[in-house]
Each structure stands twice: as C-alpha cells, then as structure tokens.
C-alpha cells in the first residue's frame, strides 16, 4: 500500500509539472528574412522563444522527461510527461551509515528537425543526506554543442554556474547558464541564431529533487524540438 501511494504522489506531481510547464510557455510568431537554405532544412521560419519548465526528480533507477516541438504556427506542441526506467549507468540511490545518498543527471537539449542536437547542457549532482539536512553536495555542469565541417557551426559564447550551498544544507540550489551562438552553413553572418539555456537543481534534505528548465531562441523553426528530463 505504501509503495502504490507513493507511486500515485509521483504520478500527481508529474502531472502538475506538466500543467505548469504548459502555463509557463510563450509562443513564437512566424517571421520573414531567414538565411537562404534554413527554410528548406528545418520548415517555416519562426520568431524568438521562451519555454520554461519544472519536472520533479524521479524515484531512484527511474527518469522523467518531456520533449516540446515548434508545431503549426510556430506554436509549442507539448509531448507527455513520461516516467520510464533509467539506463543502467544512470540509475542512483543507496544508503551508508551516514545516510542516504543521491545521485540525479539533468539534461536540457535543442534538436532541429533532422533529430541533430544543436546545444545542450547537462548537470550531474550527488548528494548526502543526514538528520534533515544536506551534509554534502556536488553538482557538475557540462554543455555540448554541434560542429560542422570547416571550423563552423555552434559554438559556446559563455557559460556560468554557481551553487549557493554544499555542506549542512536544508536545500543545495545550482544555476547554470550557457549561450550559444551559429555560424555556418545555414548562416554564413552568425546574426541570426542565438540561443541560451538554463537549468536549475534543487537538491533537498530528504532525498527529493526538482529540476527547472529554460530555453531562449533569437529564432527558431517549425519542426525544432526541446528536450528536457532527469533521472
């Protein structure tokens, strides 16, 4: 009874995540002027946007993850919230003598419509818990972005991280911030695309977390895909 309660609580929390990632998420509106040959790769040619969203860590051995696609009228088409089993190398939780310890993996991810990911950052946190507190917590930032031939493509303008606490905690909270720019094949100027992510940990004294998610695009095209999750 106790394990089908709790399955239930998880199940209502993902289903307020995704309300209110729906509820949090603007538009795109179509726009005109796009780099020649853009169009005919990834569709109809769409304004800057801003989508953010909350997903709440999933059970240990487990992963939460939703996927967004710029659909008609460059408007957001939310995919479901899925709680699926975590690979192998990813599944976290155990117990010490000290506690229990976490571990959770974000990832916060643009693809275009040919299923290339463009840019991406990713947390990988670890966590000790012991008499309500947080008494240790890491969290590392990395960001992966994609490379065409010839020096071009994606690139990595500027990354930040910070984490307000690591020893003794009530919540261990990490931001990290990464914007990236193109260059290339579908944009010879580098003007046209631009696009920063945010991810945001919270890591809690009993053995529960949140991830956050944001994404800003200076254009974006019908077809492009947000990827989201942790485990």
């Known amino acids: 009874m106790r394990t089908r309660s709790t399955l239930t609580a998880v199940l209502s929390a993902f289903a307020a995540a995704a309300l209110a990632l729906t509820a949090g998420t603007a538009s795109a509106t179509a726009a005109s002027g796009a780099p020649s040959g853009q169009a005919g790769r990834t569709g109809a040619s769409c304004g800057s946007l801003r989508l953010t969203g909350d997903l709440p860590a999933p059970p240990a051995g487990m992963a939460v993850r939703q996927d967004v696609t710029i659909g008609a009228g460059c408007r957001p088409v939310f995919g479901k919230v899925t709680l699926v089993p975590a690979r192998e190398s990813a599944k976290a939780g155990s117990l010490s003598a000290a506690g229990a310890t976490r571990q959770l993996k974000s990832w916060n991810e643009m693809y275009d419509c040919c299923n290339i990911r463009m840019t991406g950052v990713y947390t990988t946190s670890q966590w000790t818990t012991d008499g309500g507190r947080v008494t240790n917590a890491a969290t590392d930032v990395t960001q992966q972005w994609n490379r065409e031939p010839w020096n071009a493509g994606w690139n990595l303008k500027s990354q930040s991280r910070s984490t307000d606490c690591v020893t003794d905690c009530r919540v261990s909270r990490t931001e990290a911030h990464a914007d990236f720019t193109y260059k290339g094949i579908f944009d010879v100027t580098g003007d046209w695309y631009a ?31 947000w990827r989201r999750g942790c485990q």
Request: net charge negative; hydrophobic share 30%.
């Open 195 to 225: 696009t920063t992510h945010h991810s945001y940990v919270d890591l809690n004294a009993d053995s529960t977390a949140t991830c956050r998610f944001e994404v800003e695009l200076r254009h974006t095209f019908i077809g492009w895909n």
